[in-house]
């Protein structure tokens, strides 16, 4: 919790285009990346943003697909903001905010489709693959949504399948068959504090924010989700500001992922 | 009493870590982070010894703030009571700072209490006691105590306050010339800052400069050359512009 004066002050900086760790506004804080994290995950990764820290697992499993699509696997991600990462997370049910990062990162992935649902089909009609991503906050320093989106795409390229002879599965086997992965859409917030645009918020950041949206863009550019959240409304000008500032931040995160190329 | 000759198992500013033997024998007497156990001192936590004649102290190198008495700390309001006001000291043990110890004023029985100091407000206060059962009070009328209002609060390891405000509050008072900024450095670890906010950054990098070099001999010189460079670089700037 942050009281009024503090807020105030914080405010006052940005104004002039100073944060408080001294960075630029549309500056990311040192990013890195570890694949293969998890020997009991299918694919996993460790994304740092500065003091943020996430983990995300992916699960493979074979089920029956939903009726409307027969012949395409499918895809779950949840999220668990741990009581470790941060004094405001409590255990228990999941919270709006970690139901609110899930879904951006699932429709991200689900709109650009971005994994080759096709593929994941075992039998039409009666067995598919489906792929949960699970993703776990260990340090909540500011900008979990895109460190998440960042770290499932990260464990979305490190996954293999486990072995399946057609009735039993062996997640002790790892085969070295890839999960069909075609391309990899970023996903970046961009807030709105009084009129300054900003990207990769500190946790003080998101206490003052007045508005904020998620642009998750494919290598080519392409649009394939959007989220606004916070108090605020937007201007079509300041939407198109940071539709253009995500994307660009968006090819720039894409150079922390291994094959950048998708 | 034992007939074993004391023996001393360390020296002075050796590296010791919790429950490491320092001395064995009745001779020896434990004070600041060490304690005995029957014939034994050992170090209660990880730290550097200081042997002074017989009494084995220890300044510790890391670890939580604990609440000492006189020290001015800066505290968080978390609730309020009916005669005071409950703050974090940002140790594991909370104070309370009673309505008499609140403002050198009269403040009128059932006031509305958050119109003084609501919550999340931040106060410098001075700690007057702490019980054995780590019951801790703090008091505002002292010097130096006071609500925060404005500028920007930042985190310090605790066992680095005394190199941040160095000898005789050296070093604080040259990073207050040079950056121009107001500074408290509270014994709990918290600093608060106000200034030009470029200059404030500039001051918390230099805090986060001596809180990772301030084991280093001469680190007054160096921190004020390297304030020097970093003025010199913004003047730069200030031209370019």
Same mark, same amino acid.
């Given at each position: 919790?942050?009281?009024?004066?503090?807020?105030?002050?914080?405010?006052?900086?940005?104004?002039?285009?100073?944060?408080?760790?001294?960075?630029?506004?549309?500056?990311?804080?040192? #990013?890195?990346?570890?694949y293969?994290?998890s020997?009991?995950?299918?694919?996993?990764?460790?994304?740092?943003?500065?003091?943020?820290?996430?983990?995300?697992?992916?699960?493979?499993?074979?089920?029956?697909?939903?009726?409307?699509?027969?012949?395409?696997?499918?895809?779950?991600?949840?999220?668990?903001?741990?009581?470790?990462?941060?004094? *405001?997370?409590?255990?228990?049910?999941?919270?709006?905010? *970690?139901?609110?990062?899930?879904?951006?990162?699932?429709?991200?992935?689900?709109?650009?489709?971005?994994?080759?649902?096709?593929?994941?089909?075992?039998?039409?009609?009666?067995?598919?693959?489906?792929?949960?991503?699970?993703?776990?906050? #260990?340090?909540?320093?500011?900008?979990?949504?895109d460190?998440?989106?960042?770290?499932?795409?990260? *464990?979305?390229?490190?996954?293999?399948?486990?072995?399946?002879?057609?009735?039993?599965?062996d997640?002790?086997?790892?085969?070295d068959?890839?999960?069909?992965?075609? &391309?990899?859409?970023?996903?970046?917030?961009v807030?709105?504090?009084?009129?300054?645009?900003?990207?990769?918020?500190?946790?003080?950041?998101?206490?003052?924010?007045?508005?904020?949206?998620?642009?998750?863009?494919?290598?080519?550019?392409? #649009?394939?989700?959007?989220?606004k959240?916070?108090?605020?409304?937007?201007?079509?000008?300041?939407?198109?500001?940071?539709?253009?500032m995500?994307?660009?931040?968006?090819?720039?995160?894409?150079?922390?992922? &291994?094959?950048?190329?998708? | 009493?034992? !007939?074993?000759?004391?023996?001393?198992?360390?020296?002075?500013?050796?590296?010791?870590?919790?429950?490491? =033997?320092l001395? =064995?024998?009745?001779?020896?007497?434990?004070?600041?982070?060490?304690?005995?156990?029957?014939?034994?001192?050992?170090?209660?936590?990880?730290?550097? =010894?200081?042997? $002074?004649?017989?009494?084995?102290?220890?300044?510790?190198?890391?670890?939580?703030?604990l609440?000492?008495?006189?020290?001015?700390?800066?505290?968080?309001?978390?609730?309020?009571?009916?005669?005071?006001?409950?703050? !974090?000291?940002?140790?594991?043990?909370?104070?309370?700072?009673?309505?008499?110890?609140?403002?050198?004023?009269?403040?009128?029985k059932?006031?509305?209490?958050?119109?003084?100091?609501?919550?999340?407000?931040?106060?410098?206060?001075?700690?007057?006691?702490?019980?054995?059962?780590?019951?801790?009070?703090?008091?505002?009328?002292?010097?130096?105590?006071?609500?925060?209002?404005?500028?920007?609060?930042?985190?310090?390891?605790?066992?680095?306050?005394?190199?941040?405000?160095?000898?005789?509050?050296?070093?604080?008072?040259?990073?207050?010339?040079?950056?121009?900024?107001?500074?408290?450095?509270?014994?709990?670890?918290?600093?608060?800052? $106000?200034?030009?906010?470029?200059?404030?950054?500039?001051?918390?990098?230099?805090?986060?400069?001596?809180?990772? $070099?301030?084991?280093?001999?001469?680190?007054? !010189?160096?921190?004020?050359?390297?304030? !020097?460079?970093?003025?010199? $670089?913004?003047?730069?700037?200030?031209?370019e512009?």
């Amino acid at each position: 919790m942050m009281n009024e004066s503090l807020k105030q002050h914080l405010i006052e900086c940005l104004k002039h285009n100073v944060r408080h760790d001294g960075r630029k506004l549309d500056e990311f804080r040192p #990013i890195t990346v570890e694949y293969n994290i998890s020997r009991s995950a299918e694919g996993s990764a460790r994304v740092k943003v500065g003091n943020t820290e996430v983990l995300a697992g992916i699960k493979l499993t074979v089920e029956k697909p939903y009726p409307d699509t027969p012949d395409h696997g499918s895809l779950m991600v949840g999220v668990e903001l741990l009581p470790l990462s941060s004094p *405001a997370f409590e255990s228990g049910p999941p919270s709006i905010d *970690a139901i609110e990062i899930a879904r951006v990162v699932d429709r991200g992935i689900r709109e650009a489709k971005a994994i080759d649902t096709k593929k994941l089909c075992i039998t039409y009609g009666e067995k598919i693959w489906t792929v949960c991503i699970d993703i776990c906050t #260990i340090n909540d320093d500011g900008n979990l949504l895109d460190a998440a989106g960042l770290a499932s795409l990260a *464990a979305l390229q490190d996954a293999c399948f486990p072995y399946y002879d057609g009735t039993q599965l062996d997640y002790k086997k790892k085969t070295d068959v890839k999960l069909p992965v075609l &391309k990899l859409p970023l996903q970046v917030t961009v807030y709105k504090i009084g009129d300054k645009l900003l990207v990769d918020p500190l946790s003080e950041e998101e206490f003052v924010y007045d508005a904020r949206l998620t642009v998750t863009t494919t290598p080519d550019g392409t #649009i394939c989700a959007l989220q606004k959240g916070g108090e605020k409304q937007l201007s079509l000008q300041e939407i198109e500001q940071m539709i253009t500032m995500g994307t660009e931040k968006g090819h720039e995160l894409r150079k922390y992922l &291994k094959d950048a190329g998708n | 009493m034992s !007939d074993v000759t004391s023996v001393l198992k360390v020296q002075s500013r050796d590296v010791v870590v919790p429950g490491e =033997v320092l001395a =064995v024998g009745m001779d020896y007497l434990p004070s600041f982070g060490t304690y005995r156990s029957r014939e034994t001192i050992r170090a209660a936590r990880l730290g550097l =010894v200081t042997v $002074e004649g017989k009494v084995l102290k220890l300044i510790p190198l890391s670890g939580a703030y604990l609440p000492k008495r006189g020290d001015m700390i800066i505290a968080k309001v978390i609730d309020i009571l009916m005669s005071g006001w409950r703050v !974090d000291t940002n140790s594991p043990y909370s104070a309370v700072l009673q309505l008499k110890d609140a403002s050198s004023g009269y403040i009128e029985k059932g006031a509305d209490l958050t119109k003084y100091f609501a919550l999340g407000d931040y106060v410098s206060a001075i700690i007057t006691n702490v019980t054995s059962q780590k019951l801790v009070d703090v008091s505002m009328r002292e010097p130096g105590a006071r609500k925060i209002i404005g500028g920007r609060i930042i985190e310090v390891s605790t066992n680095k306050v005394p190199r941040i405000i160095g000898k005789q509050g050296s070093m604080v008072s040259l990073i207050k010339e040079a950056t121009g900024c107001k500074i408290t450095v509270g014994q709990n670890g918290l600093v608060w800052l $106000e200034g030009h906010p470029l200059m404030e950054n500039l001051a918390v990098e230099t805090i986060r400069k001596i809180e990772k $070099e301030g084991h280093i001999s001469g680190m007054t !010189d160096k921190i004020k050359a390297f304030l !020097d460079s970093r003025l010199k $670089e913004t003047k730069h700037f200030d031209e370019e512009q």
